[in-house]
């Protein structure tokens, strides 16, 4: 059993990407998946411009949207469901794809369940390596080539990727003080 005061330990991986990029994250076990997405949002550097979804226990849950009975039909309410709902019966990894087009799919991993620090804020960024790809460079194949690009000895090609991306972008640079930044903001908003 999980109480309301409970912290779950996700480790949050990029799926078929290698090397592997991943994120380590403490959350209230309380929150609902909605909220989580938000944190997956923020620690792994995503826009949180598209369509996502989790699947735990054969289910899918996500964002109803308005007027898409077809969506709404094979979706449960992320909103309406917490993360402990998943513990409480042993589910300790959830599947997660944001951007349905590009295909990113995640992997969450319950590594550890315990009490949270009194005084301690939640979510909380616990580490990670490798920057997300840029959004909507179309998937898997499109980000090895968008890397394949910024490496080019050719400065055209570079160029061009650099600025269809907006600037720089280092594979290896997380931007970890940002995702403190975003977490305290929505531990700050979360609060009681």
Not at 5 to 16: C, G, K, S, T, V
Not at 110 to 136: I, M, N, S, T, W
Not at 141 to 148: A, H, R, V
Request: contains cysteine; aromatic residues 10%.
């Amino acid at each position: 059993m999980t109480g309301p005061d409970d912290i779950a330990i996700l480790r949050i991986e990029l799926e078929d990407i290698d090397p592997l990029i991943w994120r380590r994250v403490a959350v209230h076990t309380s929150m609902n998946l909605k909220s989580v997405h938000g944190v997956i949002q923020a620690a792994m550097g995503w826009l949180d411009s598209h369509l996502w979804e989790f699947t735990a226990n054969e289910r899918k849950y996500g964002m109803l949207v308005p007027n898409d009975a077809d969506w709404n039909e094979r979706i449960k309410d992320a909103a309406n469901t917490k993360l402990s709902a998943f513990l409480t019966v042993g589910v300790r990894e959830i599947g997660y794809v944001y951007d349905m087009g590009d295909n990113w799919e995640h992997r969450i991993i319950v590594e550890k369940l315990k009490a949270a620090e009194p005084g301690a804020l939640y979510p909380q960024f616990l580490g990670g390596e490798r920057r997300c790809p840029p959004e909507d460079c179309g998937g898997i194949p499109g980000y090895y080539e968008f890397l394949k690009n910024i490496a080019s000895k050719q400065n055209k090609k570079r160029k061009a990727a650099l600025d269809w991306y907006g600037g720089p972008y280092d594979p290896d640079e997380i931007g970890e003080q940002r995702i403190i930044a975003t977490l305290k903001r929505i531990a700050n908003t979360s609060r009681p």
